[in-house]
T-cell receptor
Framework: GDSVTQMEGPVTLSEEAFLTINCTYTATGYPSLFWYVQYPGEGLQLLLKATKADDKGSNKGFEATYRKETTSFHLEKGSVQVSDSAVYFCALVVVRGGGNKLTFGTGTQLKVEL | KAGVTQTPRYLIKTRGQQVTLSCSPISGHRSVSWYQQTPGQGLQFLFEYFSETQRNKGNFPGRFSGRQFSNSRSEMNVSTLELGDSALYLC?????????????FGEGSRLTVL
């Protein structure tokens, strides 16, 4: 079946540090890839997405590139802020008989300190 | 435009009881999905409805059921509650008919089973 593996957290960084959160996937089919973010006490929000190999998704200074050869979709940001503290989920969807069934990774908590 | 609304936000039940959770999607969205979020298992897909029909189903026992109404509002029901059903239940809606993976999540209903 489909699965997503992402690095364990929590990840603690100082403000303005560089962020990388690793994500790899397995899928039977050609998936679209996503990063969702969950701020404390809130539901998930779509952060960025990529639908085909070598696509780069970007939003709010975050970027991730769809690497088919390594089945990866690592999240990066050049300079994190305290407001980026949240839980980040990597996810995929494979269009298979219709629907929007997302498979999520376990989430990585990011804490950014001053 | 109003977001996804879930009610109730918090509830406490005892083992053996049943519970019904409600979700109002974003206006115009016809796809509604439900996910269970727990610290141990992460985000697990429950089911998805589109135009009142269940389009996808996750690997949950028959105690978990759902439905969608003609106005796209959805409910999920859990019967004979167990301690392990304690979780945050997230509803998500989508305007896409299939496979976009772009979901809009509500803030969730936090269920505690005693």
């Amino acid at each position: 079946g489909d699965s997503v593996t992402q690095m364990e957290g929590p990840v603690t960084l100082s403000e303005e540090a560089f962020l990388t959160i690793n994500c790899t996937y397995t899928a039977t089919g050609y998936p679209s890839l996503f990063w969702y973010v969950q701020y404390p006490g809130e539901g998930l929000q779509l952060l960025l997405k990529a639908t085909k190999a070598d696509d780069k998704g970007s939003n709010k200074g975050f970027e991730a590139t769809y690497r088919k050869e390594t089945t990866s979709f690592h999240l990066e940001k050049g300079s994190v802020q305290v407001s980026d503290s949240a839980v980040y989920f990597c996810a995929l969807v494979v269009v298979r008989g219709g629907g929007n069934k997302l498979t999520f990774g376990t989430g990585t908590q990011l804490k950014v300190e001053l | 435009k109003a977001g996804v609304t879930q009610t109730p936000r918090y509830l406490i039940k005892t083992r053996g009881q049943q519970v019904t959770l409600s979700c109002s999607p974003i206006s115009g969205h016809r796809s509604v999905s439900w996910y269970q979020q727990t610290p141990g298992q992460g985000l697990q897909f429950l089911f998805e409805y589109f135009s009142e029909t269940q389009r996808n189903k996750g690997n949950f026992p028959g105690r978990f059921s759902g439905r969608q109404f003609s106005n796209s509002r959805s409910e999920m029901n859990v019967s004979t509650l167990e301690l392990g059903d304690s979780a945050l239940y997230l509803c998500a809606s989508s305007s896409a008919t299939s496979g976009s993976g772009e979901l809009f999540f509500g803030e969730g209903s936090r269920l505690t089973v005693l």
